[in-house]
């Protein structure tokens, strides 16, 4: 009796999962909107350090936010509102994090699933170069993305983050058509395991054996990698919205 109580709440539990992201999630997609481009209380808005769309800034060092999943999104906010995550780059996400309600969070994690953006953008190159940032070669990510380096114990990064990296959720983000300079700081942070919010270990075991050009390498890569197939126009499946 006792099993087939918690398989059927573990059922239930992935039902309620599973349909609130269909009908659309949690949050109010209005009210992240106002939050995002307006700040709210002491909460500054969003856009003067991730875009006006979302779409991150490679000269500051933040991240793309635009298309990312609801929950991945809730919960990195969550994360740095209880210090599990900290900002190493310009120290302001926590305090920010902390200001908000968990039902500040959602509204914005909801409204930056929901918000239309240009599939095929990706770091400058040229600018990261510019930047005095080290960059690698694509084709050499391209392999790590798909295959990892499995003589090094660096496992594919599609296994787990699916194709080109475009997101498995609720479990792991989209990685591909992110920031460039943002990608090589989170994957150096995981590897000296001074972000260590990953659920078991996960990104840690990854990064810890990979090499500066390794991560310069996959980074490239993923910072241009499409969300969709080759030859196939059309969203897959899991795309968020
Ligand atoms: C002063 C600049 C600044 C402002 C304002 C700011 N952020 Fe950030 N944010 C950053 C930086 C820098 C990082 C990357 C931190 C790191 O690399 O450790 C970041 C990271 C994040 C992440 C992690 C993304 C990921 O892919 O894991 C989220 C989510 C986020 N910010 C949301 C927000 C929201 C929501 C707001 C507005 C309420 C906001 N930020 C306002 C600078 C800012
Ligand atoms: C075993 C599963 C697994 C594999 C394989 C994996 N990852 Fe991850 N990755 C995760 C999880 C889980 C998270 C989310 C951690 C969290 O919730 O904070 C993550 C997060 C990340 C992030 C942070 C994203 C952000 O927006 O801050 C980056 C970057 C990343 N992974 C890159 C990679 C790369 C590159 C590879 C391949 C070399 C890879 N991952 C392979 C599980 C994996």
Redesign the pocket.
Known sequence: MQGLFSKVSVLAAVFVMSSAHAAGNAGDVASGKS??LN?KGD????N???GQDAMGDDA????R?AG?GFA??AK??KD?ADDKR?????Y??NT?AKG?SDQDMMD?AAYLENLEYDALASSDMNQVKELGNPVGVRYLGKGIAQHGAPERGVSACHSCHSYNGRGMYPIY?MIGG?KYV?LV??LK?FRDGS?ANDQMGQMRTVAKNMSDEDIYNVATFLTSAPRTTMGNSRWPENKPH
């Open positions: 939050i995002y700040g909460v500054p808005a969003c003067s350090c991730h500051m060092g933040t991240p936010l990312q991945y999104t990195q906010l740095f900290m900002d190493t780059v310009m302001v996400m920010n908000m914005v983000p992110q943002y700081n989170q942070q972000r």
